[in-house]
C-alpha cells in the first residue's frame, strides 16, 4: 500500500507579505504587489514594472555572517522555510534527522551574484570577486544552506524547470516519500528579485506586459486585453510528512497531497505546444494518480502568466480534460497579484489552494474583465466562498516543463 503524504507546514516570502498571513490576507483582499521597478535603471526597457519583494529582514532568519554568504533567492527560501517548520512544530534531532529531506529549486538562482562579481571582476580585478561567489550563486545552495539550518540529513536536491520548478520539487518530495527514502521533506522553489539583466531579457522576447502607466492591471489572466506576464520574486516552501509520522507526533494536517504529474511538450523553448495536450495529459496524470475523477476537483490554480498564448493554452487543457465539468470548476491565478515568481511560482501556489481548502474561499483573478472564455469561472476581481474538496494546482515552464498537483482537503483518515 502506498505512504499517505500529507502537509503540515508552510511558509512564504512574496511581494504580497512576508508570512503566511499576509500572504493570505493579502490575497483574498485583491491586493497587488506590482508597481514601477525601484531597484535599477529601466529607462532603457520597455517594461519598466515588476512585483519585488520589500521589506525583507534577512536577520529575521540568519545571522548577518549568514546573509552576507548567500544569495537573496537562498535567503528567501531560507526564510520560507523556517516559517515552514516552525508552523509544523517539527523538532529534528539525532533520532530523525536523516529521515528528513530538502528539495528545493529555484529558476535562475544567484543570477544577480553573478552579475555583481563579473562587474567587479571586470571594473576592479580577480581580487575583487566574493570567495563565497560559486557557493551562492549554485542553485543547490539553497536545499544546502536549509538542510544546514535545521539540521536535515536526509536526500537534499534542487530542481531546475524554469517556472515549473516548485511544483516539480513538491512532487519529487511526494514520491521520495511515497518510496520510503524519506519521512518528512521540506519541499519548494524560490526566486531573488529579478534583476536589470532578467527585466531586459524577458522584454526584448516580448513575453512581460509593457502596461507601464497602470501596473496594478498589467498582470490580468485570462483577459483578452492581456499583454504579458509581470516578473516577480520570491519563495514558497512547505513541510510533507508521510501520514503516519505526522499522527504519531501530533501534528496538525492542513491537507493532503494525493497526485503529481509531469509532462514535456517537446515543441519550443520559450512558447507552448498551443493545442494544450501535454498540460492535459499532466492533468490527467495527477488525477490517476491521486484517484480523482475530474468531477471531483472544485478548484483550478491555474499557472495563468497572463500572456495570450499561454493562457489560451491553459485554457484548451482544463476544457480537454474537464470537458462539461469545466463550467462548474472556480478557476483563478494569483499572479493577478503576486507577478510571476519563476522558480518560486509553483509552491506558492499550492500554499494558496491549500488554503482555498482550510479557508472555504478562493482567491480571485484580478483584471479578468472580458474574460477569454466567457463560459468558465475564472473567479473575477473578489474572493469566492465555496468548499474546495480536492484541487489541482498547474505550472509550466520555458523547455516546455508541464506540471500538475493534486490535492485533498483533510478532514480525518
Known amino acids: 500500500m502506498r505512504?499517505?503524504?500529507?502537509?503540515?507546514?508552510?511558509?512564504?516570502?512574496?511581494?504580497?507579505?512576508?508570512?503566511?498571513?499576509?500572504?493570505?490576507?493579502?490575497?483574498?483582499?485583491?491586493?497587488?504587489?506590482?508597481?514601477?521597478?525601484?531597484a535599477f535603471d529601466t529607462a532603457d526597457i520597455p517594461t519598466k514594472i515588476g512585483a519585488q519583494v520589500t521589506g525583507f529582514d534577512p536577520l529575521q532568519y540568519m545571522s548577518k555572517k549568514e546573509a552576507n554568504k548567500v544569495a537573496q533567492f537562498t535567503q528567501f527560501a531560507l526564510a520560507a522555510a523556517r516559517q515552514a517548520v516552525e508552523q509544523s512544530k517539527l523538532v529534528i534531532d539525532e533520532r530523525n534527522a536523516s529521515r528528513v529531506g530538502v528539495i528545493v529549486g529555484s529558476g535562475a538562482g544567484g543570477l544577480d551574484v553573478i552579475e555583481e562579481n563579473f562587474g567587479k571582476l571586470t571594473k576592479l580585478g580577480p581580487k575583487r570577486v566574493s570567495p563565497y561567489f560559486v557557493s551562492s550563486m549554485m542553485i543547490n545552495s539553497a536545499p544546502g544552506e536549509i538542510s544546514i539550518a535545521i539540521g536535515a540529513k536526509g536526500p537534499?536536491?534542487?530542481?531546475?524547470?524554469?517556472?515549473?520548478?516548485?511544483?516539480?520539487?513538491?512532487?519529487?518530495?511526494?514520491?521520495?516519500?511515497?518510496?520510503?527514502?524519506?519521512?518528512v521533506v521540506v519541499a519548494g522553489g524560490a526566486e531573488a528579485n529579478f534583476s536589470q539583466l532578467d527585466l531586459a531579457s524577458f522584454a526584448n522576447i516580448h513575453a512581460l506586459s509593457r502596461r507601464n502607466e497602470e501596473?496594478?492591471?498589467?498582470?490580468?489572466?485570462?483577459?483578452?486585453?492581456r499583454d504579458g506576464f509581470v516578473i516577480g520574486g520570491g519563495?514558497?516552501?512547505?513541510?510533507?510528512?508521510?501520514?503516519?509520522?505526522?499522527?504519531?507526533?501530533?501534528?496538525?494536517?492542513?491537507a493532503e497531497v494525493v497526485g503529481y504529474g509531469c509532462t514535456t511538450d517537446a515543441y519550443h523553448i520559450t512558447a507552448p505546444d498551443p493545442s494544450g495536450s501535454g498540460p492535459a495529459e499532466a492533468i490527467?496524470?495527477?488525477?490517476?494518480?491521486?484517484?480523482?475523477?475530474?468531477?471531483?476537483?472544485?478548484?483550478?490554480?491555474?499557472?495563468?502568466?497572463?500572456?495570450?498564448?499561454?493562457?489560451?493554452?491553459?485554457?484548451?487543457?482544463?476544457?480537454?480534460?474537464?470537458g462539461e465539468h469545466a463550467p462548474r470548476l472556480a478557476i483563478s491565478s494569483i499572479?493577478?497579484?503576486?507577478?510571476?515568481?519563476?522558480?518560486?511560482?509553483?509552491a506558492v501556489e499550492l500554499i494558496a489552494t491549500v488554503q482555498s481548502m482550510i479557508h472555504s474561499k478562493v482567491p480571485p483573478t484580478l483584471n479578468c474583465d472580458n474574460p477569454e472564455a466567457p463560459e468558465l469561472n475564472f473567479v473575477p476581481h473578489v474572493y469566492q466562498e465555496r468548499e474546495v474538496r480536492a484541487a489541482i494546482s498547474?505550472?509550466?515552464g520555458f523547455g516546455g516543463h508541464n506540471v500538475c498537483l493534486a490535492v485533498r482537503k483533510w478532514e480525518g483518515e
Open 3 to 38: 505512504r499517505r503524504v500529507v502537509v503540515t507546514g508552510q511558509g512564504v516570502v512574496t511581494p504580497v507579505g512576508l508570512n503566511l498571513t499576509d500572504f493570505w490576507n493579502s490575497l483574498l483582499e485583491g491586493k497587488s504587489g506590482i508597481g514601477p521597478v525601484t
Open 235 to 254: 519563495a514558497g516552501v512547505l513541510v510533507l510528512e508521510e501520514l503516519e509520522y505526522a499522527l504519531n507526533r501530533g501534528a496538525t494536517i492542513l
Open 215 to 225: 501596473p496594478q492591471k498589467a498582470s490580468r489572466p485570462f483577459d483578452v486585453d
Open 284 to 322: 490527467n496524470i495527477a488525477l490517476q494518480d491521486g484517484g480523482l475523477t475530474p468531477q471531483e476537483i472544485d478548484y483550478v490554480n491555474a499557472h495563468g502568466t497572463s500572456t495570450p498564448f499561454n493562457d489560451r493554452m491553459e485554457i484548451n487543457a482544463i476544457q480537454k480534460v474537464f
Open 335 to 346: 499572479k493577478s497579484m503576486t507577478g510571476h515568481l519563476m522558480g518560486g511560482a509553483g
Open 156 to 183: 537534499s536536491f534542487a530542481v531546475v524547470t524554469a517556472c515549473a520548478t516548485g511544483s516539480n520539487a513538491i512532487g519529487e518530495a511526494l514520491r521520495t516519500i511515497q518510496y520510503g527514502t524519506a519521512d
Open 394 to 396: 498547474n505550472s509550466f
